[in-house]
């Protein structure tokens, strides 16, 4: 167990709709980065929040979105989904703020997202 | 701007033979250098790391040696194990920017 914790670990649903997922960090940990990974993209980073605030955006779409709640954890809302969606979301949490200077990311086991 | 090259895949080795992933890096100042594992249906954990030149990480009998010179983090592991079978990768990390990855190498190791 990283301490890093996902939900819902798998996720089925149809086109077009709008999902949430859900991630805790470690205990302690005030940055929360999200990442999709999927076989012809490799891992991407779409989104990072520390302390609640908006930190750096990657290649994250505009039908997604990401907010970090004053506990710290953090939800991923992917809307309109499309076939190509379909991917596993991790979600990594760090204690600084910034970087990876000194202790890298710890990752949780992801969201398995199919989208049919 | 930062990133991080590494070695195409897959990777078929036999059991018990000599492992080299090759990493290389283009980074300005002095970031950290780190190997990550991702074993089938599991998130990356982090395997070893170097937060400055000339250090090496180990762990779990997987080295590397982090170059400043040739701007290289190799990963090496004198005797792989079927139970090292994972995806690797190689990532960057610096005090003002987020964790660059590698685009991973796909390893398999067969008895």
């Known amino acids: 167990d990283s301490g890093v914790t996902q939900t819902p670990k798998h996720l089925i649903t149809a086109t077009g709709q709008r999902v949430t997922l859900r991630c805790s960090p470690r205990?302690?940990?005030?940055?929360v980065y999200w990442y999709q990974q999927s076989l012809d993209q490799g891992l991407q980073f779409l989104i990072h929040?520390?302390?609640?605030?908006?930190?750096a955006k990657g290649n994250i779409l505009e039908r997604f979105s990401a907010q970090q709640f004053p506990d710290l954890h953090s939800e991923l809302n992917l809307s309109s989904l499309e076939l190509g969606d379909s991917a596993l979301y991790f979600c990594a949490s760090s204690a600084a703020g910034g970087g990876g200077l000194d202790y890298g990311y710890t990752f949780g086991s992801g969201t398995r997202l199919t989208v049919v | 701007g930062n990133s991080v090259t590494q070695m195409e895949g897959p990777v078929t080795l036999s059991e018990e033979a000599f492992l080299t992933i090759n990493c290389t890096y283009t980074?300005?100042?002095?970031?950290?250098l780190f190997w990550y594992v991702q074993y089938p249906g599991e998130g990356l954990q982090l395997l070893l790391k170097?937060?400055?030149?000339?250090d090496k990480g180990s762990n779990k009998g997987f080295e590397a040696t982090y170059r400043k010179e040739t701007t290289s983090f190799h990963l090496e592991k004198g005797s792989v194990q079927v139970s090292d079978s994972a995806v690797y990768f190689c990532a960057l990390g610096t005090s003002y920017d987020k964790v660059i990855f590698g685009p991973g190498t796909s390893l398999s190791v067969i008895p």
């Open positions: 980074a300005t100042g002095y970031p950290s």
């Open positions: 929040y520390y302390n609640g605030e908006e930190r």
């Open positions: 205990s302690g940990d005030l940055s």
């Open positions: 170097a937060t400055k030149a000339d």
